[in-house]
């Protein structure tokens, strides 16, 4: 069973820049999927970016494409989502999350895809 603990969400003012982390319980880095997600109240759960492990292929939402940044320490099992250029629009509890065995590739936003999930983190944009 892999535990996913986020941390960093805050309150900023549009344009600030916040740093999440999600910190897993084993190393999941070796064969895993791993993706930030977020949900605003009254809309779905959106996929915000994702990094197959293995090769440190990216992906990211439209949304999000020159401001956010995913990365990973896999020494200490550390999931990261460098976040710039806040806009209110990005006010959302963060999600990290993690698919055993999948590469990330075809519908990597898809929630269902995945099987273990942190608590979450807000993050508030004003």
């Known amino acids: 069973h892999v535990q996913l603990v986020e941390s960093g969400g805050g309150s900023v003012q549009a344009g600030g820049s916040l740093r999440l982390s999600c910190a897993a319980s084993?190393?999941?880095?070796?064969?895993?999927?791993m993706t930030w997600f977020r949900e605003a109240p009254g809309k779905k759960r959106e996929g915000v970016a994702s990094?197959?492990?293995?090769?440190?292929?990216?992906y990211y939402a439209d949304s999000v494409k020159g401001r956010f940044t995913i990365s990973q320490d896999s020494a200490k099992n550390i999931l990261y989502l460098q976040m710039h250029s806040l806009k209110p629009e990005d006010t959302a509890m963060y999600y990290c999350?993690?698919?055993?065995?999948?590469?990330?590739?075809?519908?990597?936003?898809?929630?269902?895809?995945?099987?273990?999930w942190g608590q979450g983190t807000q993050v508030t944009v004003s």
């Open positions: 084993a190393d999941i880095y070796s064969a895993h999927c």
């Open positions: 990094i197959y492990a293995v090769d440190g292929s990216t």
């Open positions: 999350a993690a698919a055993p065995g999948y590469r990330c590739n075809g519908g990597w936003f898809y929630s269902v895809k995945y099987n273990y």
